[in-house]
């Protein structure tokens, strides 16, 4: 673009503090296709290749009244364009630089895991209602997974025969985090398998299930018991359904994915089929949460590194063979050290869904266009919905307190729906009618189905003893009975003659409690077989007659002795609690 003989208004009479990497452009100028004003690009915050994307510019005045500017067809703004910009090395130029990122990320310090490393076999759908999924678990060897992969010397060129060489593909410029257009599998695996690059390059959003590629893998047991589409969604065949199921993400080295969430809160499978890979962790905590909002939302957001903002950022690297679960709501990025292909899928399920919700909340809130989105999460929780109904109706005791616990969330995102359907709702026609658009046929009668999943799950909570006003640790108190069954029916291990006497040893810890008043539940005992149960206040531990710790775990009847002091002293608990926080 030529430089016009007028000043640009935004700099005029004021001195110019641009960042090294906006000096190179400041001959670059751009005018507004409404109010015909002409200003810097680097004024505005354009990079130059932006403004080569532009086919109608709108001012930030004129975008108020005629909208965002108009980009060339074929290409598109990309949902992560915001962090085309480097962080900590603005300043120094590198933003043009596709190996910034590994520059920026070896200048932090982070945290070393602390996950769960468990083998394939131990991963059953007992384990998970028993610890739930509240942190990524790890899984070295695929031994146990029962899942099919491809075979570890799979080439780029042999995936794009087996999906079609004309099939389109996403391909991402690392440097600038946007989405290059026209591309499809021959032109990708041709830059891929071949000797020149000369740009860095990523694909993480091909998704395959529906080509002879995806049919010639199997997703591990786990998630196929988990995944609500798999398990709830009827008639996959016959109408559409939420295809996130199975990707290939193919990566070259020095590839980089900024912080994110998966769409819907979804969890995601992860299997590392060659190369290796880099995860940067941040806990879905309510505080961490709520930054990331205020991140992605901020126009600050492309000079800030987000691992900055929060107290705790765990690396993972995950090499050929490795498989991990990500899930709800964890905030990640990825980094590649060497050339990799992965295959990973993405699935809602019942472990979480409170979390779910919330991200999903998140997304309405700053407006992430509805592609990017996971698709029909309304219409998915409306099956959910029903098929819980059913489970509450017919076999409550098999749903675990992770389940009831989100049964509850669920409960009230679907009120909120059917509170706008009531007769007296004030609101409009066209929120009525987006409302029933995404209710599936299958639920004649929705207003219905939530009252009595309510009252279902209400039933269940007071049959617990529980009471919804409670804090989170009377609210996690539902299914400890249903835990120890499921634990005395599955743990393999005969238990000693009950005549002899046994010892119970009990520990109440009193700490400070989370922000989101979570507390933990520890059972133990000394053989690692057996498995703990989810958050209580409370530690009980096994003993023999010579006060040493006993083999066997305490057997329900000698759990039934101390119930009732455990509640006493959690009462006990929480009075000194609330006594400290009337003194403060």
């Not at 205020?294 to 492309?302: F, K, L, V, Y």
């Not at 090499?319 to 990973?344: C, L, Q, R």
């Not at 989105?373 to 929780?381: G, L, N």
Request: glycine fraction near 4%; include cysteine; charged fraction near 30%.
């Amino acid at each position: 673009m030529d430089t016009p003989g007028e000043k640009c208004p935004l700099c005029a009479n004021k001195q110019r503090l641009v960042p090294l990497w906006f000096q190179e452009n400041t001959e670059t100028w751009i005018k507004c296709d409404i109010c015909n004003v002409w200003c810097h690009a680097s004024c505005l915050k354009l990079p130059s290749e932006e403004c080569d994307r532009i086919d109608e510019y709108h001012c930030p005045n004129c975008t108020r009244t005629h909208g965002p500017s108009v980009y060339k067809v074929g290409i598109r703004k990309s949902k992560r364009e915001h962090s085309k910009v480097n962080y900590a090395d603005l300043e120094n130029g590198l933003t043009g630089n596709p190996y910034k990122w590994k520059r920026v990320l070896d200048s932090k310090i982070f945290q070393k895991h602390k996950f769960r490393k468990i083998r394939g076999e131990q991963l059953t759908i007992d384990w998970v209602r028993w610890f739930g999924l509240e942190e990524p678990i790890i899984i070295e060897n695929p031994d146990g997974l029962d899942m099919k992969m491809p075979h570890k010397d799979i080439t780029v060129s042999e995936i794009a025969e087996t999906v079609g060489y004309d099939t389109p593909v996403d391909v991402i410029d690392v440097s600038t985090q946007q989405e290059i257009p026209d591309w499809n599998m021959y032109k990708w695996a041709t830059y891929f398998d071949g000797p020149k690059r000369d740009q860095v390059l990523n694909v993480i959003s091909l998704e395959v299930s529906e080509t002879p590629f995806g049919d010639s893998i199997l997703r591990p047991r786990i998630v196929r018991e988990l995944d609500w589409v798999e398990n709830m969604w009827p008639n996959k065949k016959m109408v559409e359904y939420p295809k996130v199921q199975l990707y290939c993400l193919m990566s070259i080295k020095d590839s980089f994915t900024d912080f994110h969430i998966d769409f819907g809160g979804s969890s995601v499978f992860y299997h590392v089929i060659r190369g290796s890979k880099v995860f940067y962790f941040v806990p879905p905590t309510p505080s961490n949460l709520k930054k990331y909002s205020r991140w992605i939302s901020s126009p600050e957001q492309s000079m800030t590194f987000f691992a900055d903002l929060v107290k705790d950022c765990f690396e993972v690297k995950l090499v050929a063979g490795n498989t991990m679960i990500i899930p709800t709501g964890w905030i990640h990025a990825v980094y590649t050290p060497d050339d990799s292909i992965v295959i990973g899928g993405n699935f809602l399920h019942g472990f979480n869904i409170g979390i779910q919700l919330a991200i999903y909340d998140i997304e309405k809130r700053t407006n992430v266009p509805i592609k990017y989105r996971f698709p029909y999460f309304e219409k998915m929780s409306w099956y959910a919905g029903k098929h819980y109904n059913k489970i509450l109706k017919e076999d409550p005791s098999s749903l675990s307190q992770w389940e009831l616990k989100g049964i509850v969330e669920l409960a009230l995102f679907l009120l909120g729906f059917t509170g706008k359907l009531e007769s007296n709702s004030e609101s409009t026609m066209e929120e009525r009618q987006l409302i029933k658009d995404n209710i599936p046929n299958e639920v004649s009668d929705p207003i219905r189905l939530t009252k009595r999943l309510s009252r279902r799950i209400n039933r269940i909570i007071n049959q617990g003893n529980m009471n919804f006003d409670e804090e989170e640790s009377e609210d996690q108190k539902v299914n400890i009975k249903s835990c120890r069954r499921n634990h005395d029916d599955n743990s393999g291990t005969s238990r000693k003659d009950n005549s002899v006497s046994t010892k119970i040893k009990l520990r109440v810890k009193k700490r400070v409690l989370e922000d989101d008043h979570e507390r933990s539940v520890k059972w133990a005992k000394t053989s690692s077989s057996v498995p703990r149960p989810p958050p209580y206040n409370y530690s009980i531990y096994s003993y023999d007659e010579n006060d040493r710790e006993s083999s066997t775990s305490p057997t329900p009847e000698e759990i039934a002795k101390v119930e009732q002091i455990i509640k006493e002293k959690i009462r006990e608990f929480e009075l000194e609690n609330r006594k400290k926080s009337y003194k403060s």
